[in-house]
C-alpha cells in the first residue's frame, strides 16, 4: 500500500468543529478524545481534498425533466468512492505537531512535547518515512515548569514561567522543517521552538486556545440576536496528515490532485477567511520506498 506524508501549516485561524458545547465555549475545536490534542478528523479533511478534486476534474452535468444531474468523473469516483464502494484513497486524522504558545518575552514561540514528537516518529515508520524526517529522537524529556529551547534566557508563556533546562539538537529541527511549506517559516523554527513536558503542553492545548466572541445583529435595531463563543487554533499551528492508496492502479490520479494542492481550506467559517492550509507533500522520492 502506497504511503504519503503532508505538512499542513496553518496561513489563518483554523476551527475544526467538534459539533458540540464545552462549557461556556459555544462552538470548541475537534479534540481527541483521550489526549484532548486539538485534531481535524479524517472524514472533514477527505472531504476537503474530494472538494479540490471536483474543481480538477469538475462533474458532468446532465439535464433531464427539468432537472440537473450531476455525475463525478471517474477520478474522483475512483479516488473517493461511490454511495456503494469506498475509494481508493484512505485519508487519516491530521495530528497537531506545533502549537503557537504566546511568549511575554519575545516572539512566539513553537511548543511540541516528548509525546507529538514520538507520535511522529512511530507515524514514519509505518508509512516508510523514516529516513525522510530522520532526527526525530530526544534523549531525556523536560521536567514540569521546564523547557528546552536554543535561547538561554527562562521563558513566560502566557502567564506561567518557565526554566530553560536543555537545548534542541539540530537534526530534530531539520526534520520537523520538512513539514513547513514555506521556506522563509522553516528558517523561523530554530529560534522559536520549544519542547514543553507532556503534562505542560496539555495544559495549553487545553486552555491556551483563543475564543472570539461573534454576534448577529438584527438588520433594523441592530441589537443581538445571537451571540455566541467559538475557539480557533491560531495561524502557524502545524499538522501532518497520512495518506495511503490501496491500489496503485489510482497513483496517477493522486499525483494530480496533490500537484494543485499547495493550499487547501478545511473546518469552519470559510466566509470569514478561516481554515486555510499550506500544504507540503514529502515526495515520493523521499521516501525509504524509493
Known sequence: MKSLMIGMLAETAIHPGSGRSSGFVDLPVARESITQYPVIVGSSLKGALKDRAREIWPDSINESGGKKEHTLKPEVARLFGLQEGAGELVVSDAKLLLLPVRSLTGNYKWATCPYLLERIKR?????????????????????????WS?????????????????????????????????????????????????????????????????????????????????????????????????????????????????????????????????????????????
Do not use: C
Open 123 to 147: 507515524d514514519a515508520q509505518r508509512t516508510r518515512y523514516e529516513k525522510t524526517i530522520d532526527g526525530l529522537n530526544i534523549s531525556g524529556r523536560p521536567i514540569r515548569g521546564t523547557v
Open 150 to 290: 536554543n535561547k538561554d534566557d527562562n521563558l513566560f508563556l502566557e502567564e506561567r514561567e518557565f526554566k530553560v533546562s536543555g537545548k534542541i539538537e539540530y537534526s530534530l529541527i531539520e526534520a520537523i522543517k520538512r513539514l513547513i511549506a514555506h521556506n522563509e517559516t522553516a528558517e523561523r523554527l530554530g529560534e522559536q521552538l520549544i519542547i514543553l513536558n507532556d503534562d505542560d503542553f496539555q495544559w495549553f492545548a487545553s486552555y491556551g486556545l483563543q475564543i472570539s466572541a461573534r454576534n448577529v445583529l438584527d438588520v433594523e435595531t441592530k441589537e443581538s440576536k445571537n451571540l455566541w463563543y467559538e475557539e480557533t487554533l491560531p495561524t502557524d499551528s502545524l499538522f501532518y496528515t497520512l495518506l495511503f492508496l490501496r491500489r496503485d492502479e489510482a497513483l496517477k490520479d493522486v499525483d494530480s490532485l496533490l500537484k494543485s494542492l499547495k493550499y487547501l481550506q478545511v473546518g469552519g467559517n470559510e466566509t470569514v477567511g478561516q481554515g486555510w492550509f499550506a500544504m507540503k507533500l514529502l515526495a515520493h522520492n523521499e521516501t525509504s520506498e524509493g
